[in-house]
């Protein structure tokens, strides 16, 4: 079998052209879309992703601000900063690009961001909406793997969902989401005693676990569909996820490369969430 590609950025552009239009109406009546994105510190890969967040905003007809600290910023300066933009009316989105330099809570930097701001969704908040199924805004990433499965039409219902990472920011959204959505889920970790065993059921796999090529062709069951969350870079400096790619696309019924799998979705529903924000405050 050779799998059907979900392919992220013909999706990504299909849905951002929707948002276009939709901002423009809203700009019509007063309202643009505004996000703003702090970034601390010179870390290359997350300079390289807000600068994308700020062009996509750029492309969509939003506003957007870049805020950039160096790397040895108090933290009370940053936190000043997220007050005043809690407060700035321009303003619908505000993202605090992670991971934070460690003399930072990263916890208490979230906390600061109003949770009608919060277009990562990582605020305590709405994290717990989320887990009640009752969301304000879903996070980028999960968000963006969902849009995969209903514009390709594939149904969860009673399917058996592996989802390998447990982090805050994609694998515990991530397994929500599928559960909600009437598929019966796993998660697995580094703890996890025999991961072949679960993976090799799996209708759905996802790999969030930050490993490059982790899941090899036998880890997969023929027909699956699987969702490649990992960026990572190789010596020689190329691109790849937690997938071994070329091996896996030759068992699955479906699969998303990297580049231009989840990345260009994650981006995509920052731009989303963003929009709904500034939609709601316009009502
Ligand atoms: N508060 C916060 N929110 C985030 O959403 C967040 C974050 N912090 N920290 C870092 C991760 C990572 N992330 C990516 C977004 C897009 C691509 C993306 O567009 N990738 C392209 C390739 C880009 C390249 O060439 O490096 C692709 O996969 O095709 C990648 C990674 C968002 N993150």
Redesign the pocket.
């Known amino acids: 079998m050779t799998a059907k590609i979900l392919d992220?950025?013909v999706l990504a552009q299909k849905l951002r052209a929707d948002f276009k239009t939709r901002a423009e109406a809203l700009a019509a009546r007063g309202t643009r879309p505004g996000l703003a994105v702090i970034l601390v510190g010179e870390d290359h890969?997350?300079q390289?992703?807000v600068r994308?967040?700020v062009n996509a905003c750029a492309e969509a007809g939003f506003h957007s601000e870049k805020i950039s600290y160096p790397p040895d910023v108090e933290p009370a300066v940053v936190l000043k900063k997220i007050a005043e933009l809690n407060a700035d009316s321009r303003i619908h989105g505000i993202?605090?690009?992670?991971?934070l330099p460690k003399h930072f809570d990263s916890d208490a930097v979230l906390k600061a961001i109003s949770p009608e701001k919060d277009v990562?969704g990582?605020h305590a908040e709405n994290f717990g909406a989320l887990m009640q199924g009752n969301p304000r805004f879903i996070?980028?990433?999960p968000y963006g793997v969902m849009k995969f499965f209903a514009d390709a039409g594939i149904d969860l219902k009673g399917k058996e969902a592996v989802v390998i990472g447990r982090s805050n920011?994609v694998g515990k959204p991530m397994a929500m989401l599928l559960m909600q959505a009437g598929a019966t889920i796993t998660v697995c970790h580094s703890q996890t005693r025999d991961l072949l065993f679960h993976t090799r059921r799996a209708d759905i796999l996802v790999a969030a676990l930050g490993r490059a090529q982790f899941v090899t062709a036998e880890m997969v069951k023929p027909g699956a569909v699987v969702i490649d969350v990992g960026?990572n870079?190789l010596p020689n400096g190329k691109?790849c996820g937690d997938v071994d790619f070329a091996a896996v696309s030759q068992v699955a019924s479906a699969i998303t490369?990297?580049?231009?799998?989840?990345?260009?979705m994650?981006?995509t529903m920052?731009l989303a969430n963003t929009l709904e924000a500034a939609e709601r405050e316009a009502l």
Do not use: E, H
């Open positions: 992220g950025t890969a997350s390289v992703y994308n967040k993202l605090v690009q992670l991971p990562d990582f996070p980028c990433t920011i960026i870079r691109l490369p990297v580049p231009g799998g989840v990345g260009p994650t981006i920052l």
